[in-house]
């Protein structure tokens, strides 16, 4: 199942791909745009991936050291079908951090501490996204000046992308469809026998979600909910910095 998966999943990068380096090659400015998302993207997966390895390992399950996962080198954790994806329709993925749930401890239920671990990923990439929006609106307001020039407006323009990525990354992962980190947050909150059906229904779930993400669907589904959260933390950091919008 995986590889028919995967070999569908080149495909459609490969289309998204050559349409996008047609528009590429008809306005050079998407292609300096690509350029400038490029280090949200590797921080959006690095962190995020980091962040399950790390909530694995505090939980007791070594799995993610062992298999050189619990540190920050992009290297351990991008995928490079799930960082094409994100670059071209902003939607991806990394390497899934492996773990042993009979490792963990008894502190918890074994789903509730799966669950954790499932959380760690989107909640570190909105985490990134309201740091990144505190050093934008630092640039903006202690180096007016320096904004306006080339780098400063590329240091921006790069900052707002890797803002960008960050909640889209993070709000997509939350979404409760297999193989996405929702999906087992979600199995935690379910009654016994709805998390057996969602568990023995989980290829037919698979199948929506690819449905959805091929068609495109997903996007209109949680582009209200990124907005929401865009405007949130762009609000919350702007009231910080006693800027009322």
């Known amino acids: 199942m995986f590889n028919i998966d995967r070999r569908v999943i080149i495909i459609i990068v490969a289309i998204l791909a050559g349409i996008t380096i047609i528009g590429y090659l008809q306005d050079p400015t998407e292609l300096l745009s690509l350029v400038l998302t490029l280090p949200g993207v590797i921080i959006a997966i690095t962190f995020h991936e980091f962040a399950h390895a790390f909530a694995a390992d505090k939980l007791g399950d070594d799995t993610p050291r062992n298999q050189g996962r619990l540190n920050l080198n992009p290297l351990s954790h991008i995928d490079p079908i799930g960082f094409l994806m994100l670059i071209f329709v902003h939607f991806g993925w990394g390497k899934p951090v492996q773990i042993n749930p009979r490792n963990f401890n008894r502190k918890r239920s074994m789903t509730a501490q799966e669950a954790i671990v499932a959380l760690a990923g989107p909640l570190m990439n909105i985490f990134i996204a309201f740091v990144l929006t505190i050093i934008l609106f630092a640039v903006i307001t202690f180096a007016t000046s320096f904004i306006f020039t080339t780098i400063g407006s590329i240091i921006i323009i790069t900052l707002q992308m890797a803002i960008a990525v960050n909640i889209g990354l993070g709000v997509f992962n939350l979404v ?46 949680i582009a209200p909910v990124i907005s929401l959260v865009s405007t949130g933390i762009y609000s919350l950091v702007a009231a910080i910095f006693g800027i009322f919008m």
């Open 176 to 221: 409760p469809l297999p193989p996405l980190d929702g999906s087992k947050i979600l199995i935690q909150f379910l009654p016994y026998n709805a998390r057996n059906w969602f568990i023995s229904n989980f290829q037919i779930f698979y199948l929506i979600f690819l449905v959805l993400w091929i068609t495109n669907l997903v996007s209109y589904i």
